[in-house]
């Protein structure tokens, strides 16, 4: 049972342009929601997050908005540059699970040149 | 320089061997996590722990057992390998149950056969 899905495998964009990655996610406990970033050979790296009480957070060319009646949450990066071609997981949390994050299965953003 | 170590990068062995992977942290982090990613699967939370002699059970704990014996320390031991715990496994720590700043280690490749 995947509770938290990113239906995209792949998502290919120019430089320059606007990358958008969905995520899903089917438990309504679910509070706090994160983008991670990954590179081949790499551990991932957190990028951004959002709390349930608000429906976008900002930081730099990353925007994350979340639709809370929808369970959809997604990720903007504007604009998009080569080094920005990484795999993105969503992950999520609620608060009564203590410290266990679930993860989507990621999306591979290719930025084309 | 803050960084989570994992040891080995790369193990193959034998169905049945025991077998340990060690994760260490340098940040005094109380959150530590172990997570396998899998094709088509994402990252599945294994165990974590929030703090010494503190653990818990993820997503997928069958096959694997945890320690937290010191705070920087959270090695990930499989008694009995078997060949569906191929996988690529990243070892985690936090400052926060929130995961936000988290960090995480290079991998570990296993491949039991």
């Known amino acids: 049972d995947q509770q938290v899905k990113q239906n995209s495998p792949s998502l290919s964009v120019q430089e320059g342009r606007i990358s958008i990655l969905n995520c899903d996610y089917t438990n309504s406990m679910f509070d706090y929601f994160l983008w991670y970033k990954k590179y081949p050979a790499e551990g991932p790296t957190f990028l951004i997050s959002i709390s349930s009480i608000k429906d976008k957070n900002e930081d730099g060319r990353f925007t994350v908005f979340l639709n809370k009646s929808a369970k959809h949450l997604s990720l903007h990066i504007v604009p998009s540059q080569p080094g920005d071609s990484a795999v993105y997981f969503c992950?999520?949390?609620?608060?009564?699970?203590?410290?266990?994050?679930?993860f989507g299965e990621g999306t591979q953003l290719t930025v084309n040149p | 320089e803050a960084q989570v170590t994992q040891n080995p990068r790369y193990l193959i062995t034998v169905t049945g061997k025991k077998l340990t992977v060690t994760c260490s942290q340098n940040?005094?982090?109380?959150?530590m996590s172990w997570y396998r990613q899998d094709p088509g699967l994402g990252l599945r939370q294994i165990y974590y722990s929030m703090n010494v002699e503190v653990t818990d059970k993820g997503d997928v704990p069958e096959g694997y057992k945890v320690s937290r014996k010191e705070k920087r320390n959270f090695p990930l031991i499989l008694e009995s390998p078997s060949p569906n715990q191929t996988s690529l496994y990243f070892c985690a720590s936090s400052l926060s149950a929130g995961w936000t700043e988290a960090f995480f280690g290079q991998g570990t490749r296993l491949t039991v056969v």
């Open positions: 992950a999520a949390r609620a608060e009564t699970s203590g410290s266990r994050l679930t």
């Open positions: 940040m005094n982090h109380e959150y």
